[in-house]
């Protein structure tokens, strides 16, 4: 069967003139070996020629695999189809179309004149809100467009799909603005194994996308831009840097400085932060976080937190296996306070029978505010009087990607409802460094309880 070159393809339909940027997505993409996977994380500034590279990528692929299926996909549909499918058909000679579905979901076939009669190449067009229904597709490739806004767990999914026959190269391409996420970690952190990944067959390459690398802007565009954004946006998607956002909650976290890789000193007492999730593999995470407060005898000083242990996990059997987390740090530790969402007061009282010592939250309208001044606080002194230790891997993550949702329109924003079910365990955990212990290991709230909360520290 005739196939096109991939990197031959684009000059020889005279339809692109790829940027240097865009043509080393292409020779990345090329320099799969057959049978394997490669990874393309393409991100960087606005403007970079991201959206035109998955257009493109997603014609060139279908025409030089004849009978793959190909994925174009967006976070929104709406956005999906006012940008990259509006780029994509724009850019299709539409007289390679054999056939095209223009209601959701929404597809095209194509096919070259010199194939086998009968074989065509598709393109599906799906966004990535409900990606669950994804799990029984076989893609050759999966081209991302603005893969910062779409949850870890749908690519997750979508690598798993890349397993088509008529696609002896596997590719998935993600595009990206500098946003913090598993786009950032995967591809401009490099946290993924990717020793373990070469084994199998697998490339993992981080491409930059930048202003300069796009001669099609205009040429004042760069510098209207820098004079008209604010510094924070001039970073982020100007110059492309994935260290500044706006929104970021915790802009005085630090994962170097706050991480506690030496020796444990002595705790006057434990406390710990549970926030209470589903049992469906799509529900919010069940999240744990448990904690020393240091005594007078510590070297750092007293009143020290040092964050010991994390659980974060959903899905069928999750309460047994918190359950059997707290167990463990009861035996390491011994008596342990717990903080839950007071919203959650029945997983509360189940709590309670089960033997642990849990308090509910002080909850209210400005209780998520006040919980995160409380974390705030420790993180800004100089030195910090919180950590984490190193055993702990998602919570640093968390803590840098936690942001404000800005688009909210809410004069008082509140924080993004996305991956935060560790912090907010952690925040309810904050509200017990202000309670007095007493020797007989009970703790009571220095302002004078009431109704339920009254009830809970009997």
Not at 59 to 67: C, E, H, V
Not at 342 to 365: C, F, L, M, N, T
Request: glycine share 8%; proline share 7%.
């Amino acid at each position: 069967m005739a196939t096109r070159s991939l990197s031959t393809l684009a000059p020889q339909e005279q339809r692109f003139t790829p940027t240097a940027r865009q043509l080393a997505v292409y020779d990345a993409l090329r320099q799969t070996p057959a049978g394997g996977t490669t990874l393309v994380g393409y991100g960087g500034a606005m403007g970079g020629g991201k959206t035109r590279a998955i257009a493109e990528l997603a014609i060139d692929t279908a025409l030089s695999y004849p009978g793959t299926n190909i994925l174009v996909a967006r976070q929104h549909y709406s956005d999906l189809q006012t940008t990259t499918m509006r780029e994509f058909f724009e850019c299709l000679p539409e007289r390679l179309i054999v056939g095209r579905q223009r209601s959701a979901p929404q597809w095209v076939s194509i096919r070259d004149v010199a194939w086998p009669g009968g074989v065509s190449s598709t393109i599906h067009f799906r966004h990535l809100s409900e990606w669950t229904g994804l799990g029984s597709e076989q893609y050759g490739a999966v081209f991302v467009d603005e893969a910062g806004e779409v949850a870890e767990e749908a690519a997750q999914m979508l690598l798993t799909r890349l397993r088509h026959p008529a696609q002896r190269q596997r590719w998935f391409v993600a595009a990206s603005n500098p946003w913090p996420g598993w786009f950032e970690r995967w591809f401009a952190r490099r946290e993924l194994d990717e020793s373990a990944f070469a084994e199998a067959g697998g490339r993992i390459v981080y491409i930059p996308a930048r202003i300069p690398d796009n001669p099609h802007l205009p040429d004042n565009y760069a510098a209207q831009q820098q004079a008209l954004q604010p510094g924070g946006w001039v970073q982020r998607f100007l110059e492309g840097r994935f260290d500044a956002f706006e929104g970021q909650i915790y802009t005085d976290f630090d994962p170097r400085r706050q991480l506690w890789d030496a020796p444990l000193p002595p705790f006057a007492r434990y406390i710990g932060g549970l926030d209470f999730g589903g049992q469906s593999p799509r529900d919010h995470y069940t999240a744990g976080v448990v904690a020393g407060i240091t005594s007078n005898r510590a070297p750092c000083g007293p009143n020290v937190l040092i964050r010991l242990g994390e659980f974060e996990d959903r899905g069928p059997g999750v309460t047994e296996r918190l359950e059997q987390w707290q167990h463990h740090w009861q035996r390491k530790l011994g008596p342990i306070q717990w903080c839950a969402d007071r919203s959650q007061s029945a997983w509360i009282d189940h709590q309670r029978r089960q033997g642990h010592r849990v308090v509910p939250s002080k909850g209210g309208p400005d209780s998520v505010n006040w919980g995160i001044s409380l974390v705030q606080q420790r993180l800004s002194q100089d030195p910090p009087t919180t950590y984490y230790t190193p055993s702990m891997h998602r919570f640093p993550e968390r803590m840098r990607e936690y942001q404000w949702d800005l688009k909210s329109g809410e004069q008082s924003p509140k924080p993004k409802k996305l991956n935060d079910d560790l912090l907010d365990a952690d925040r309810y955990m904050h509200e017990l460094t202000i309670l007095k212990p007493f020797r007989t290991g009970t703790a009571v709230i220095t302002t004078k309880p009431r109704g339920r909360i009254a009830r809970y520290l009997d």
